[in-house]
């Protein structure tokens, strides 16, 4: 029974992660902040533990919640938008610090405290987004998310070379999906996204170590 870490599943992508494992029948390992997905996830069959990863002393904590365990697959999905601008408003410091704080250094704290954890031939993917692409940059809506999306794409780059010959780290971008930080007009629907970079999960190999693939498996520019 493979075994499977999802960091950041309340909502969205990250809980279909979560309802697509357990029907495929993996031993499924989820975090998330409030009482009442805790309890959807356990409802699911998932053992659901506390994290917020903006939070110093909650994101501490995942070490030992986790020792023990030997992760086949882990996702951290763990995100926030930040303001919708559509130029180059300058974001107030909350708001800079809160999806910074979330997006990138969420991150930088759960990956050291995964090592031990994972079995060998992992495979450790970050949901981060186009938008973060810099050589595939044709807009500038929402910069913030863009620069937290860069910038843990540079995260997962190092964590590939610290990683190497033991896990398969990958960034993924999910699409364009109909979530509430996607929206209602967004292109495709979240069993799709999550289906597909499941997919693309399956089939890694050593050689994608470091990689920036979308959902359906293309090769993604940095």
Same mark, same amino acid.
């Given at each position: 029974?493979?075994?499977?870490?999802?960091?950041?599943?309340?909502?969205?992508?990250?809980?279909?992660?979560? !309802?697509?494992?357990?029907?495929?029948?993996?031993?499924?390992?989820?975090t998330a902040r409030s009482d009442a997905a805790l309890v959807?996830?356990?409802?699911?069959g998932a053992t659901a533990l506390r994290l917020d990863v903006a939070d110093t002393a909650s994101a501490s904590g995942l070490a030992w919640q986790i020792d023990g365990h030997q992760f086949d697959e882990v996702v951290i999905v763990a995100g926030v938008y930040g303001p919708r601008t559509g130029g180059l408003?300058?974001?107030?410091e909350a708001d800079f610090d809160e999806v910074m704080h979330t997006n990138v250094l969420g991150p930088m704290r759960v990956m050291p405290q995964?090592?031990?954890?994972?079995?060998?031939?992992? !495979?450790?993917?970050?949901?981060?987004?186009?938008m973060g692409s810099i050589s595939l940059r044709t807009a500038t809506g929402g910069w913030l998310?863009?620069?937290?999306?860069?910038?843990?794409?540079?995260?997962l780059k190092d964590a590939s070379l610290v990683l190497d010959g033991k896990a398969v780290c990958v960034s993924l971008h999910p699409?364009?999906? !109909?979530?509430?930080m996607g929206g209602d007009g967004a292109d495709i629907d979240v069993r799709t996204s999550v289906a597909g970079m499941r997919g693309v999960l399956s089939k890694l190999t050593a050689a994608d170590n470091g990689g920036f693939f979308n959902y359906d498996g293309q090769l993604l520019g940095w």
């Open positions: 029974m493979a075994q499977i870490l999802i960091v950041g599943a309340s909502r969205g992508i990250g809980l279909e992660f979560v !309802r697509q494992y357990r029907a495929a029948g993996a031993q499924v390992v989820a959807a996830l356990s409802d699911l408003q300058t974001p107030t995964l090592v031990d954890a994972l079995a060998p031939g992992a !495979r450790l993917a970050v949901i981060s987004s186009r998310y863009r620069a937290s999306k860069a910038a843990v794409n540079s995260v699409g364009w999906v !109909r979530t509430e």
